[in-house]
C-alpha cells in the first residue's frame, strides 16, 4: 500500500493528542452546522451552533489531510479525512448568549478526524462521493475587531463527514474537490443498522409473496 496507508497510526496519535479534555460546564456540544473546504488551497467555510452559541465564519488557515493526499490519489488507497485548522479560524457574524455580533475574528484551534480510513474504489466516475462518521473538539475564542474578547469556550461535536474527489484523466487517479463536515448529522448506530436490515429482509418477503400470489391468481 502507498504512503497514504502508512501514515494512518501517525495521525490518529496526533488527532488524539489535540482533541480536548472532557467537556467542561462551560464547554460547547456543537448539535448543528457544517463545516466545509473546497480545492487544495481553500480556507474553511463554516456555521455551527450548540446552546447559547452560533458562529458564522469564511476564511482562517488549515491543514487538510484528503486535499494533501489526493493531489492525486488512486483507486485502492486510504485516505483518513482528517483536517485541522490552527490559530486563524476566519471571522463572521455571531450569537453568544442571545447577544448579536455583526463580526467576531475567530482564533483558537480544531481538529476534525474520522476513526476508519475509507477506500477508494475501482470505479471511472467523473465524480466520487465518499463518506465516514467523525468527531472533532477544540478550543475557539472570539474577538471583536478592536480585540475585545467575547468568548473563550471548548467546543466538540460529531457527524458525518463528506469527500468528493475528481476523476483526472491525465493521471488515471482523483484530485481533491472538497470535504464537508456535517455537525449533528445522526450516526447509525449497530442496533439501527440491525433493525433497518431487518425491516428490509421483512419488506422483500412481503414483496416476493405478493408477487407468487398475483403469479398463482
Not at 446552546?51 to 483518513?80: K, N, S, T, Y
Not at 469527500?163 to 491525465?170: F, G, N
Request: glycine fraction near 12%.
Amino acid at each position: 500500500m502507498r504512503h497514504l496507508t502508512r501514515l494512518g497510526p501517525a495521525l490518529v496519535l496526533f488527532t488524539f493528542l489535540l482533541l480536548p479534555s472532557p467537556t467542561r460546564a462551560s464547554d460547547i456540544v456543537v448539535t448543528s452546522g457544517a463545516l466545509s473546504v473546497t480545492g487544495i488551497t481553500g480556507g474553511p467555510v463554516f456555521s455551527m451552533a450548540g446552546q447559547d452559541f452560533a458562529v458564522a465564519g469564511v476564511g482562517g488557515m488549515g491543514r487538510v489531510e484528503a486535499a494533501r493526499l489526493c493531489h492525486p490519489c488512486f483507486a485502492g488507497d486510504r485516505i483518513w479525512l482528517l483536517s485541522r485548522f490552527e490559530d486563524d479560524l476566519g471571522a463572521g457574524p455571531a450569537v453568544i448568549d442571545n447577544i448579536d455580533y455583526a463580526r467576531l475574528i475567530y482564533r483558537g484551534s480544531m481538529v476534525f478526524g474520522t476513526n476508519t480510513f475509507v477506500t477508494l474504489p475501482f470505479d471511472d466516475l467523473p465524480l466520487l462521493t465518499l463518506t465516514a462518521s467523525f468527531t472533532f473538539g477544540g478550543t475557539m475564542l472570539g474577538f471583536t475587531p478592536t480585540s475585545e474578547l467575547i468568548f473563550s469556550r471548548g467546543i466538540s461535536g460529531q457527524g458525518i463527514a463528506i469527500l468528493k474527489i475528481d476523476r483526472d484523466i491525465s493521471t488515471g487517479g482523483y484530485n481533491f474537490r472538497s470535504i464537508t463536515y456535517e455537525v449533528g448529522t445522526p450516526i447509525p448506530e449497530p442496533t439501527t443498522l440491525l433493525l433497518l436490515g431487518t425491516s428490509l429482509i421483512g419488506i422483500t418477503a412481503i414483496i416476493r409473496r405478493q408477487r407468487k400470489a398475483n403469479k398463482s391468481g
